[in-house]
C-alpha cells in the first residue's frame, strides 16, 4: 500500500451528509430525556454499551451455571443444602439432579455462544468502533441499529423466562439435535422450554441480521474522506467480515429452526423417521432425517466459530500494534487471511458430521478444507509474533490480554489440527479432547480479545480510566486458570472421557479422574470470582474511576482517539477529520506515532 | 455458605484497597515511573509464567498420561493407526506450540518497554508471509494425506469374512441382533415395536393395519441387551441404528465411533486383537470390561447408556452363542421345541419348518 491521498467519492458524499448531520444532532442534544438517551438510544455508542452490560449479565448467569454443573463433575458425592435453597426441585437435598445438569450445561453453552460472545462481543464493538475508526457519525440505520439491540433484549427475556418454567428449560444440548429437540416425550426439557428456546433464538438471529446489515452497510458506505478499505483499521475488517458471515448464515440456521417447529408443533417429518419412544410408543413420522438438521445448523455452527473469534482477531491485532509502539506486521496478508477465514468458514462446517456416517468422500472434502483453515490462522500468529518482535512494548491490561488472545489461540488452535483430520476425529469425537480445544480456541480466547477490547476503549467509553491493578490481576489469573481448568482435559479425552455425563462412577474406563475433576472445580471457581473483581472494576470505575484527562491515552493512531473526551451524538464536534495514512505509523522515521490524519510529510519515507 | 461468602466479600474489599492504594501511589509518583514500574513487574511475570507453563506442561503429563488409552496397546487394528496418526500429529503441532509459545512470552519479555530502544519500523516482508504460507501448507497436506488414507480404510467395506451384529440404541441402552442360522437379519419394522417382547420390532407376524408380511428369516434371530460378543482376530460389522433420538456406539478402546440414527443405518467395522480376558492381564485391571459409551446427548439418562462388548476366542464365542434360543422364542415361548409339551399353532409350526 502506498500512502497517496486515495479520494472515494462516496467518503465525500457522506461527509457532505455528515456536515448537515451534525448541525442536526447539536439541535437534538437539548431535548434528550433519559429514555432517549440511556433506553431507546439511537447513538451507537450507548446502543454498544446496551449490547456490552447486557452480554456481561448473561456471562455472569452462563458462567455461574457452569460453576454450578462443576459442583457436580468435581464433587458428585457431597451435597451443597444451599444448592436447593438457589435451585429448588433442581437440586433436591443439595444434589443437582440430571434434569438440571444437563439444562445447565445446554443453557451455559446457548448463553455463553449466542448472547456473550456473538451480541456481547461483536455487538459491542461493531457498534462502538466501526463508526468512530471509520470516521462516521453513527450507523447508516440507527434506528435499525437500536431495533438489533431491542431484539437481543426481548431474546434475552425469552430465554431467561425459560429458567423458570416447570418443566425446566431446554436440556439437550446447545445444539439442539433432534429427534431429541424435536420431542416432549423424550426429554422434560424438549417441552416448553424447547418452544421458548426457539423463539429466544429465532429473535437472536432477527437481532443479528438487523445488525449485521447495518455494520456492513457502514463500513461500504460511511468512511470518511481518504478512509480507503486498505486504510481501514483491522478491527474495522474483522467486524466486517464478522458482520458478511453472519449475514450469509444465520437465515440457515433460521430456516433449520422453522423446520424444527414445523416438526415439533405441526407433525411434518423433515426430521424425523422411525422412532419408537418408550411410554408412548411409536411416532407416526416416516421419511425425514435427522441429519438434515445438522447440516442447516452447522451451516451457521461453523461460521459462528469465526464470528465469535474474527472480532477478537482484529481487535487484538489493532491493540498489539499500538501497545507494542509498532505497525502490525503484513498488513495485508492480514485482511487476506480474515478473508480466506471467513470463505473457508463456510466449507467446513461438515467437520463436526464426521461420525454421523456421512459419505467418506464427502468427508475427505471437508477434511482437506478444514485443515486448510490452517494456513491464515498460522500466517496470523506469525504475524501478531513479528509485531511484537522488536517493538517497545507497554504492558497495558488491555495488552496483556492481547498477548494471552495469542497464548490461548496457539494452543487452542493446534489441536484443531486434530480433530479437522477425521481419521483422528472418530476417536476424540465428542470427549473431553473437544471441550478443552473449543473453549480455549474460541471460547476463553475470545473472552481474551473482549477484556482486551473492554480494557483499551473503556476510557473512550466512559472517559474514566479502569484500575490497572485490578486489571493485571484479572489477566494473571484468569489466563494460569484457563490454562489450569483446559489442559489437564486433553488428557480426559485422550482417554476417551465422553462429555456431557452426568456422573462417571459407573464407568470402568473413565472414573479415573476423580481427582483431576475436583481440582478443575476447584479452579473455575476462582477463575469465576475473580471475573466479578473485573465487574466490580468496570462498573465502578463509570463513576469513581480516574477521570481521563488526554483524549488519547495510548498515543494511538486511530481515528476515535480524534474525538473530544466524550464524545456526543455525532462523536466529532465539528467537521469530520479527513485520513491520510493507514492506522500504523508506529515508529516510522523515528516518531513515536503518526494519527491516520497527519498528511504524509514531503521527506516521508515510503517503506510501506 | 454465609462464612464463606463473608470471606470472599472481605478477600475482594482488601484486593479493591490495595487497587486503590496502588493507584494513588502511582499518581503520586507520576504515570510515566509507575507505568516503567508495571512494565518491569509484569515483562517479569511474562517469563515466569513461560517456564511456570512448560513445567506444568510436563507435570500435568507426568500426572495424567498413566491414565489414558495410550499407555496400553489399542484394541484393534484400527486403532493401532489412529493411535501412530495420533503421535505423528502431536509431534508437529507440538513443536509449533513449544516454538511460538516460547517466542510469544520471550518476545513480550525482551521487547519490554525501554527509553533507549528504537523500534524497527517492519511493516511487512515478502519473503517471511511467504514462507509461513508455505511452510504449514507443505506440512498440513502431509497430515491430510496421512489422515485421509486411514480416514478410507476405516469407513471402507468391511471384508467378506467379517461377522454382522446389528446395534440398536434407545433410551437408555443398547441392544444387539445376531443373524442367527440363516445368516440373514430378518426385516423390522418400527412400527412393530413392543417394548416388552419384541424391542426392535421383528416382522415376525402378518400385520393388516401396517400392510406387513411376516418375514421368515426373523425366527431365528438372537436378541440381546447390554452385552454384545464379538471374536478376536475376526472381524466385525456392526450395523447401527436407533429405536428413538440420536445415539452414538462409542468404543474408546477399538477407537471407533459412529453414531446411532433413527431412520438412517449406518455402519462401522474393526477387527479386535484381544480378547477381554487378556486386556485385564495388559491393563493389569481385573474389572476391565470394553465398554460401550454413548457419545451422543440422547436424553437425562445419557451418562448411563453403557454397553459391554466382550471379546472371546471363536471356541468360546461357539458355546455361548449354542446356548442362545432365537428372541422369537421369548415372545412365543409355545414356538420353543424345548417347551414340545404344549401343542404348537399351525402357523409357527409352518414358520419353524421353513428354517
Known sequence: ?608 | MYLTIAVIVLIFVVIFQIAKASEYVSLLKGESVSRKQNNKVNGFLMIVFLVLGLVGVWYCNELYFGKTLLVHPAASNHGEKVDSMLWWTLGVTGVVFIATQILLFWFAYKYQENENRKVYYFPHSNFLEMLWTVVPAIVLTGLVIYGLRNWFSFTGEAPNNAMVVEVTGKQFGWIFRYPGKDATFGKKYFKAIDAATNTIGLVWKDDATLNLKADPATLDDIVTEQTVYIVKDKPVKFIIGSRDVIHDVGLPHFRLKMDAVPGTPTTLWFTPKYTTKEMKEITKNPNFQYEISCDQMCGNGHYSMKGVVEVVTQEEYDAWIAKQKPYYFSAFPDADPANKKLPASDTTKAATAKL
Open chain 1, 1 to 608: 500500500m502506498t500512502n497517496e491521498v486515495l479520494l472515494d467519492p462516496h467518503a465525500i458524499a457522506s461527509d457532505a451528509h455528515h456536515g448537515h448531520d451534525a448541525a442536526h444532532h447539536d439541535e437534538h442534544h437539548h431535548t434528550e430525556t433519559f429514555i432517549s438517551k440511556y433506553v431507546f438510544s439511537m447513538d451507537h455508542k450507548m446502543i454498544a454499551k446496551q449490547f456490552l452490560i447486557t452480554g456481561m449479565v448473561w456471562a455472569v448467569l452462563g458462567g455461574l451455571m457452569s460453576v454450578f454443573f462443576r459442583l457436580q463433575l468435581g464433587y458428585p458425592d457431597s451435597t451443597f443444602p444451599w444448592l436447593e435453597d438457589i435451585l429448588g426441585k433442581w437440586a433436591k437435598g443439595g444434589h443437582i439432579t440430571p434434569e438440571a445438569y444437563y439444562a445447565l450445561v445446554t443453557t451455559h453453552g446457548t448463553v455463553l455462544v449466542f448472547f456473550v460472545l456473538t451480541a456481547g462481543l461483536s455487538g459491542t464493538f461493531a457498534n462502538f468502533l466501526i463508526p468512530l475508526q471509520i470516521g462516521a457519525r453513527d450507523m447508516a440505520s440507527p434506528f435499525m441499529n437500536m431495533l438489533s439491540y431491542w431484539f437481543f433484549f426481548i431474546a434475552s427475556i425469552v430465554m431467561l423466562s425459560s429458567l423458570f418454567i416447570e418443566t425446566g428449560p431446554f436440556s439437550g444440548g446447545w445444539t439442539a439435535y433432534p429427534p431429541l429437540s424435536a420431542l416432549g416425550s423424550a426429554s422434560p426439557g424438549s417441552k416448553t422450554g424447547m418452544d421458548l428456546w426457539l423463539v429466544a433464538m429465532a429473535l437472536f438471529v432477527v437481532s443479528s441480521l438487523l445488525g449485521g446489515l447495518n455494520y456492513i452497510a457502514t463500513v461500504l458506505n460511511m468512511r470518511t474522506t481518504g478512509m480507503s478499505m486498505t486504510r481501514m483499521p483491522l478491527t474495522i475488517w474483522a467486524l466486517f467480515f464478522t458482520a458478511v458471515l453472519g449475514v450469509l448464515s444465520f437465515p440457515v440456521l433460521f430456516s433449520g429452526f422453522i423446520l424444527l417447529i414445523f416438526d415439533r408443533n405441526f407433525g411434518t417429518s423433515f426430521y424425523l423417521s422411525d422412532i419408537f419412544v418408550n411410554g408412548v410408543g411409536a411416532l407416526p413420522n416416516e421419511g425425514g432425517s435427522a441429519i438434515l438438521y445438522q447440516h442447516l445448523f452447522w451451516f451457521l455452527g461453523h461460521p459462528e466459530v469465526y464470528i465469535i473469534l474474527l472480532p477478537a482477531m482484529g481487535m487484538v491485532s489493532e491493540i498489539l500494534s499500538t501497545h507494542s509502539r509498532k505497525p502490525i506486521f503484513g498488513y495485508m496478508a492480514m485482511v487476506g487471511s480474515m478473508f480466506a477465514i471467513a470463505i473457508l468458514a463456510f466449507l467446513v462446517w461438515a467437520h463436526h458430521m464426521f461420525v454421523t456416517g456421512l459419505n467418506p468422500f464427502l468427508g475427505s472434502i471437508f477434511v482437506l478444507l478444514t485443515l486448510l483453515i490452517a494456513v491464515p490462522s498460522a500466517i496470523k500468529v506469525f504475524n501478531w509474533l513479528t509485531t511484537l518482535w522488536k517493538g517497545n512494548i507497554r504492558f497495558t491490561p488491555a495488552m496483556m490480554f492481547a498477548i494471552g488472545f495469542v497464548s490461548l489461540f496457539i494452543s487452542g488452535g493446534l489441536t484443531g489440527i486434530w480433530l479437522g483430520n477425521s481419521a483422528l476425529d472418530i476417536h476424540l469425537h465428542d470427549t473431553y479432547f473437544v471441550i478443552a480445544h473449543f473453549h480455549i480456541v474460541m471460547g476463553v480466547a475470545s473472552m481474551f480479545g473482549m477484556f482486551a477490547g473492554v480494557y483499551h476503549w473503556y476510557p473512550k467509553m466512559y472517559g474514566r480510566n479502569l484500575n490497572n491493578t485490578l486489571g493485571y490481576i484479572h489477566f494473571w489469573v484468569t489466563i494460569a486458570g484457563a490454562y489450569l481448568i483446559f489442559w489437564p482435559m486433553h488428557y480426559e479425552g485422550l482417554a476417551g472421557m465422553p462429555r456431557r455425563y452426568y456422573d462417571y462412577s459407573i464407568w470402568e474406563s473413565f472414573k479415573q479422574f476423580g481427582g483431576l475433576n475436583q481440582f478443575i472445580s476447584t479452579v473455575v471457581m476462582i477463575v469465576f470470582a475473580v471475573q466479578l473483581l473485573f465487574l466490580f472494576n468496570f462498573f465502578y470505575s463509570i463513576w469513581r474511576g480516574r477521570k481521563v484527562t488526554q483524549a488519547n491515552p495510548w498515543n494511538s493512531n486511530t481515528l476515535e482517539w480524534t474525538t473530544p473526551i466524550k464524545p456526543g451524538h455525532g462523536n466529532w464536534p465539528g467537521e469530520i477529520p479527513e485520513v491520510h495514512r493507514w492506522a500504523y505509523d508506529y515508529g516510522k522515521d523515528g516518531k513515536e506515532f503518526i494519527p491516520q490524519t497527519v498528511p504524509v510529510g514531503a521527506d516521508e519515507s515510503t517503506s510501506h
